[in-house]
């Protein structure tokens, strides 16, 4: 069965590579952890959509604290409940039905999704390329499909 896609969107406003250390933090567009020599990555772009011409894009981390942190990249489905908390759907059981009932409306990208490479050492001040492709094939119908790079 062929599937097609409108679009495939990577939300980054609340994406972030997440140091092992942290992995407890909640995703955000930068993850700055308090502490002596606290990591303070950046994401850019904050958000990418793919669609039938674009399947590629390359998302830049940096390291803008001053020690060297190894960062695990993943993709991750979140949905936004109505009081605005943005849950993993891995953990929406335990916000009631109100929640699940959100998520099962989340149409997940990550079985068209690779972001490579999957982990990462950044010294301080570094950078370093993750780059993200859409693997979808087109057909007749358009769908929407989302996903979260952690």
Do not use: Y
């Amino acid at each position: 069965m062929k599937l097609s896609f409108r679009s495939i969107a990577m939300l980054l406003p609340l994406v972030a590579a997440i140091p092992v250390h942290a992995q407890d933090v909640a995703p955000a567009a930068q993850v700055a952890l308090p502490a002596a020599g606290a990591a303070n990555i950046n994401i850019t772009p904050r958000r990418v959509i793919f669609d039938r011409s674009k399947r590629t894009e390359a998302v830049f981390v940096f390291n803008q604290g001053n020690t060297p942190v190894t960062v695990d990249v993943a993709l991750v489905d979140n949905a936004m409940l109505p009081s605005g908390e943005i849950v993993p759907i891995s953990r929406i059981a335990d916000h009631g039905p109100a929640a699940q009932a959100v998520a099962a409306k989340v149409r997940s990208a990550k079985p068209f999704v690779l972001a490579a490479p999957s982990r990462l050492t950044l010294p301080p001040g570094q950078g370093r390329t993750i780059r993200v492709r859409a693997t979808l094939a087109d057909s007749a119908t358009s769908d929407e499909f989302r996903t979260h790079l952690t």
